[in-house]
């Protein structure tokens, strides 16, 4: 039987130099130039786990592809089932007919082909949630760096993420200033009542189990 798994979900980041007003920062990293040019560079794996909105959206990822991937295991046992018990059927000659065994055989399919169908739906689902959150994060960070640079006159923002930059100085990195500046501008937005509905039953399903 085939597994219902979605693969886990890779989260790029993009950041530019750029100008607008900056806001004032609590730290002032040190910087340094070389050839004229001024440069930074951010740590994306510090931005994505120290972000307030990163973090927040990938807690709701999670739950969307945990939810997904419930659904998609529990009709997929429904399937099996519904496969093993017509096998045996077949095997112990419980059906009246041919058309009888053809017409079960054929309501099988069907439930296969629905599964199918709707795993696609769920992965592509998942995948526009996951590029609307992209691309709210690309915009975030453009947004603020634009205002971060009109003070500091970077020429150049890389963000360093793996081994993408292979060595870099210290002095060059900006990484907790930009994260600070970022979770100040933060402003969670509020949960839909049908999350926090989903969450109280969830909590009260916890407390039950525990008595």
Not at 139 to 153: G, H, M, P, R, V
Not at 157 to 173: C, F, Q, T, V, W
Not at 179 to 208: D, H, S, V, W
């Amino acid at each position: 039987m085939k597994k219902y798994i979605f693969p886990a979900l890779a989260i790029a980041a993009m950041m530019v130099s750029c100008n607008n007003q900056s806001p004032k920062m609590d730290e002032q990293p040190a910087t340094a130039s070389g050839e004229g040019m001024k440069i930074a560079y951010v740590e994306v794996d510090s931005l994505m786990t120290q972000y307030n909105f990163a973090k927040d959206y990938s807690v709701t990822l999670q739950k969307k592809s945990n939810n997904a991937r419930n659904t998609l295991n529990q009709k997929g046992n429904a399937l099996q089932a519904a496969m093993a018990n017509f096998q045996q059927k077949l095997n112990n000659n419980g059906f009246q007919s041919r058309e009888q065994a053809a017409s079960q055989q054929a309501a099988i399919q069907r439930q296969q082909n629905d599964l199918q169908e709707l795993q696609a739906r769920l992965e592509n689902e998942l995948a526009s949630e996951t590029a609307k959150f992209n691309e709210a994060l690309r915009d975030s960070l453009q947004n603020f760096l634009k205002a971060y640079n009109e003070d500091k006159k970077f020429d150049l923002i890389l963000s360093k993420a793996g081994d993408n930059i292979l060595m870099g100085n210290k002095k060059l990195d900006i990484t907790q200033d930009v994260i600070n500046g970022l979770n100040k501008r933060y402003k969670p937005t509020a949960k839909p009542a049908a999350e926090k509905a989903e969450e109280k039953k969830a909590e009260e399903k916890k407390a039950e189990e525990k008595k």
